[in-house]
């Protein structure tokens, strides 16, 4: 098809990993990185529980790792690949197929989870090329997480019922109690996902139009918006914040609730920032998680509400702190352009954010707490944030807040 022959040209683009034909009606592909993972059978396990969807399913486990990879992890892998193909052939669910793609040796420079998610995506799109099928839906997920027995079903059936939708982040809970972590684990992980919880919660306070979740593990893509988008990243941590940011600006983007993931707590140094490390470096510490302070959004809601002015010639209530950001950035020789090139409020507004997006928005953040204000306990900001969204009954209890932004989030409250 001529939106992915486009892509092919443009970007590096592997041959075919999979001979066997995709059926003809095949509407969802699930891609799983892998590099070694102790057990990625409970993980298939979950998606082949779930409950029957109207159309087939393939998944595509990516089975990577760097060159001159130890050889600890090179027979970790190569047992991974006898587990995927022992329930490919035993898995009984004519609606599902399960593929392994097997690529060792891949360049230490681009190795990881980044490039691995793109072997796989490029691979869906290969297979929804063959069938003609440009908004085929690309499903990503992790090889530590399972999953509801509705999830492959709600996704189907929400881009099904949402035409217009491109991609969407899918709802994620991590376990916070069980046997098979010690308690550490489970206390810091509760901690994590609060502040990733807080942290878009904080910006949706702020009035940003941009705030969504965006975990490599819980996210749904239309092929064709992939392909237009010059397709996934080969950062080795991060992917899915910088690859979502692409996608998010275009306004189609939505969040599936009655589908849910339940990623991992285990602890891990692969990457430099992202769960893993932080519950490892919580755990190494003691177990206190500091963010960015609440003032800073509310410094942010100022100005966005009143970012209009700006059209009109007028100066908007800026705090300081803002200002030498702003004037540091270049920002005041930006807003004669996005002005002039506005013919309604409307217009400008997405300049604006264009210029002020989810990268600027952090860049202030870290600007303003290198400077001016310190982080604070996570419970002390997520308390402060939720007092806002009409929390009455305050708490500082980690896991209290934490379920209760879920159910906030989830439209329960």
């Known amino acids: 098809m001529k939106c992915f022959d ?131 839906i690309i499903i990503n ?70 705030a969504f979740h965006t975990i490599g593990s819980a996210f749904a893509i239309k092929a064709d918006v992939y392909a237009a988008e010059g397709g996934m990243n080969r950062r080795k941590a991060g992917e899915d914040f910088y690859f979502l940011q692409k996608i998010i600006p275009r306004g189609r983007y939505g969040e599936i609730f009655s589908a849910q993931v339940y990623p991992s707590p285990r602890e891990s140094m692969r990457v430099p920032f992202g769960t893993g490390a932080s519950i490892t470096k919580m755990c190494a510490t003691s177990n206190e998680y500091v963010v960015y302070n609440p003032e800073a959004f509310d410094i942010l809601k100022r100005f966005f509400a009143t970012a209009y002015v700006l059209q009109n010639g007028g100066e908007p209530d800026t705090d300081y702190r803002l200002k030498d950001f702003l004037s540091a950035n270049g920002f005041y020789q930006e807003i004669d352009g996005m002005i002039s090139n506005s013919a309604s409020q409307r217009t400008f507004i997405q300049r604006f954010f264009t210029w002020f997006d989810a990268f600027r928005l952090l860049k202030f953040l870290n600007f303003l707490h290198e400077k001016y204000i310190n982080k604070v306990p996570v419970e002390q900001a997520a308390a402060y944030i939720a007092a806002k969204m009409g929390l009455t009954n305050i708490t500082n209890n980690t896991v209290e807040l934490l379920q209760w932004y879920r159910q906030k989030e989830r439209g329960i409250l």
């Open 141 to 210: 997920f992790d090889a530590d997480s399972t999953c509801n027995t509705q999830y492959l079903s709600a996704i189907e059936d929400y881009f099904i019922q949402n035409p217009k939708i491109e991609a969407a982040s899918i709802y994620f809970e991590h376990p916070l109690h069980g046997d098979d972590y010690p308690p550490e684990i489970y206390s810091a992980i509760a901690k994590y996902e609060l502040y990733l919880r807080y942290y878009v919660a904080a910006q949706r306070y702020a009035e940003f139009p941009h």
């Open 6 to 136: 486009t892509y092919y040209s443009r970007f590096n683009v592997a041959e075919p990993f999979i001979s066997e034909p995709p059926n003809r009606n095949l509407h969802t592909i699930v891609v799983i990185p892998s590099y070694n993972e102790p057990n990625i059978v409970p993980s298939l396990r979950s998606l082949l529980n779930c409950s029957p969807t109207i159309f087939p399913v393939e998944i595509i486990v990516v089975v990577n790792s760097p060159e001159n990879a130890a050889k600890d992890i090179i027979d970790k892998n190569l047992e991974t690949l006898a587990q995927i193909n022992e329930m490919s052939l035993s898995n009984q669910r004519n609606d599902i197929k399960i593929f392994a793609i097997h690529c060792p040796n891949l360049p230490r420079k681009h190795a990881g989870v980044g490039f691995a998610r793109k072997i796989g995506m490029d691979e869906a799109v290969r297979r929804f090329d063959q069938i003609e099928r440009e908004e085929g």
